[in-house]
């Protein structure tokens, strides 16, 4: 799979079925070239007029299932949050 597949797929936390948004980014470990973790951007400030100011820096570790539309994360989101 590449990483523009990876762009197109819904990101779904399975412990309250809460949809985060989709793969914006991902983080690599450059030593041995495997995924650290996915980046995805965190909710809009204000009707989705000014963007986001955090994003969901989610562990590889913490991805379940990569379906063919979805990706299920399992995660506390106050957690993977991280200010930009």
Avoid: T, W
């Avoid at 996915?38 to 989610?58: Q, R, S």
């Amino acid at each position: 799979m590449r990483i523009c597949n990876l762009r197109e797929k819904q990101v779904i936390n399975s412990c309250n079925c809460k949809i985060l948004g989709y793969v914006q980014d991902v983080e690599f470990d450059l030593c041995s070239g495997c995924i650290k973790a996915i980046i995805v951007p965190g909710p809009a400030k204000f009707l989705c007029f000014f963007g986001a100011d955090c994003e969901y820096v989610i562990p590889f570790e913490c991805i379940v299932n990569v379906g063919p539309d979805v990706i299920l994360v399992n995660v506390c989101e106050e957690k993977v949050i991280v200010k930009i």
